[in-house]
């Protein structure tokens, strides 16, 4: 049977007017959307070695040129490398990939939340370790394919206040920044066993940096295999640990090293955290 114009027509109409009946109910996909991120602004928080944000307003106020209607526009500058972001394989690999060099099919993928609230409050530099992972898999089952992983150290809430994020006294002094991120071997477990899509977390980085010294090679692991890394991440307590899908609508920007991103998660309602939607 080939498809007439009418049966084009029809199949177009029905799916309209489930369209139409999914916006007026909101619960004919019984999906809610979660934002995973921190407003951009008016101070995104970003390391002293990154130029600060700014904000200028260049019209706010009626036009005559464009026919007396009221016009607003503004310039931003920021660091590609602030607020909630994702950063590139380039950021910090030689010849790895730059923003508009990866696909889209690599920015989203199945929520996986490492809880690790508990270890932190009793340790700020707590590494998430191989056996949280599989603490993780016991109960989830295995990390699936092209996961965003992502801990909750319960970080977003020191968020933006760079002496409580960098948790120092001295900010300028990066090597007395103090967080929890990932234990090497927890970075290769998902890089070469697990085939993730993004690693990432509520922290401002994921290096693993011993006190004193500032140590990357850990984080680069992950860009030497083109996987994208997503920091400042916030919200994470409102998802269930398993079974949200993550995406990473970042600017597709030209070259970028990274970029500002209003990263959010769908959860079917029948998962969702019962404290905040119960
Ligand atoms: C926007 O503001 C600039 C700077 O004040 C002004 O030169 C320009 O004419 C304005 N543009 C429009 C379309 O009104
Ligand atoms: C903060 O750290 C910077 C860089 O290490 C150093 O130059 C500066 O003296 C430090 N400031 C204080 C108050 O210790
Ligand atoms: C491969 C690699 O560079 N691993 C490093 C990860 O971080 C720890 C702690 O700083 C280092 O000891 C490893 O050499």
């Known amino acids: ?5 009418k049966t084009v027509l029809f199949v177009l109409f029905v799916c309209l007017i489930h369209d139409i009946n999914c916006a007026k109910s909101s619960s004919c996909s019984d999906i809610r959307v979660v934002d995973l991120s921190h407003v951009h602004g008016p ?8 130029p600060p944000y700014s904000f200028e307003i260049v019209n706010r106020s009626i ?3 464009l026919g007396g209607n009221w016009f607003e526009t503004n310039y931003i500058r920021t660091s590609e490398h602030s607020g909630t972001h994702i950063d590139s394989p380039s950021h910090f690999y030689r010849n790895k990939k730059r923003m508009h060099e990866i696909p889209l099919d690599k920015l989203y993928g199945p929520g996986v939340i490492i809880d690790i609230r508990r270890q932190v409050s009793g340790n700020v530099n707590y590494r998430v370790k191989v056996s949280d992972i599989q603490r993780w898999e ?32 001295n900010t300028s002094d990066v090597s007395s920044y103090e967080f929890p991120s990932y234990e ?26 011993p006190p004193g010294k500032v140590d990357l090679s850990n984080f680069t692991f992950l860009f030497q295999r083109n996987i994208p890394v997503v920091l400042n991440v916030a919200n994470l307590d409102r998802l269930p640990l398993s079974g949200s899908t993550i995406f990473v609508p970042a600017i597709n920007i030209y070259d970028g090293s990274g970029a500002p991103a209003r990263i959010f998660a769908t959860v079917p309602a029948s998962k969702m955290v019962k404290k905040y939607y119960g």
């Open 43 to 50: 101070k995104p928080l970003t390391a002293p070695f990154f």
């Open 184 to 209: 090497f071997k927890a970075i290769t477990f998902l890089a070469k066993f697990r085939s993730v899509n993004i690693v990432g977390s509520d922290t401002p980085s994921i290096g693993d940096s």
């Open 63 to 65: 036009s005559q040129a």
């Open 138 to 169: 016991a109960t989830h089952g295995r990390i699936p394919k092209g996961a965003v992983v992502l801990f909750n150290s319960g970080w977003s809430s020191r968020y933006p206040d760079p002496f409580k994020v960098f948790n120092t006294q």
């Open 1 to 5: 049977m080939h498809w007439t114009a």
